[in-house]
């Protein structure tokens, strides 16, 4: 468990600017539990809540990740002005991981979702390149809210707020899914974290009160809760030390601070 010197130690590594520039669609939500905050590209983000934060991770942990850079594009050239850009084209619903720590989804025969993680800035340069008007290459606003949720009650929560069975996806296919959540559309990427399920969840900000407030509610039935950004990312770490995953570049990387 992180003490809270570690825990400032931390945050203040992280922190890019002590001016926060841009405000997580969660963070009307978040504010009440009285988090440690970061600034990360500048967006403050829940860092750690109190000495629990594993302990409801370990049960049913939800974290925001909104922060991280996201930007979309579709259009009949995206393939190819994607693959000019030296960046992997995964397959239909499927992603693939960047060299940076970010990911590509490809959410449609011509649509894509570029995310950086803390520290890549795949995402930001292909937004900027984007500004020149690509022929066949169109921009698409992402101010997704964005949260991981992880935990030993993960599947029986799903099972609550979800129609789809995420059990029979493969995740060696590194699978995408468009489903809807307690009705509201949502983007998911399932994966696993030290053995346990973690998936991100992507939607539309302006859900983000009844969508955090809603899967609260039910972590709370088991022990769950929000926790912070620190303790998603140790638990990264002791993965990395150990072997090579996916979901690594799910979640941001102790070594981008």
Partial sequence: MTSNRQAGANASALSASTTSLRRSPLQSAITPHHPQWVIIDGMSTAFQFDTKDAERMAALGIADLSFMFRCGLKGPHSVAWLTAQGLPIPQINSWEPLPGGGIIARLG?????????????????????????????????????????????????????????????????????????????????????????????????????????????????????????????????????????????????????
């Fill in 109 to 257: 025969v011509t649509e894509f979702l570029i995310e950086d993680s803390a520290g890549d800035s795949t995402a930001k340069q292909l937004a900027d390149a984007l500004k020149t008007r690509p022929d066949g290459v169109y921009p698409v606003l992402r101010q997704d809210a964005s949260f991981a949720v992880t935990g030993a009650f993960l599947q029986t929560l799903l099972r609550q707020t979800c129609a789809m069975n995420f059990n029979v996806l493969d995740l060696s296919t590194r699978p995408l899914a468009l489903t809807s959540m307690v009705g509201v559309q949502v983007l998911v990427i399932p994966s696993e974290l030290n053995e346990q399920p973690l998936y991100r969840v992507w939607f539309d900000g302006t859900y983000a009160d009844y969508l955090w407030q809603t899967l609260l509610g039910i972590a709370g039935e088991h022990g769950g809760g929000p926790v912070g950004l620190d303790c998603l990312m140790q638990k990264n770490a002791m993965q990395q030390n150990t072997r090579q995953h996916n979901s690594h570049h799910l979640i941001p990387q102790r070594s981008a601070r």
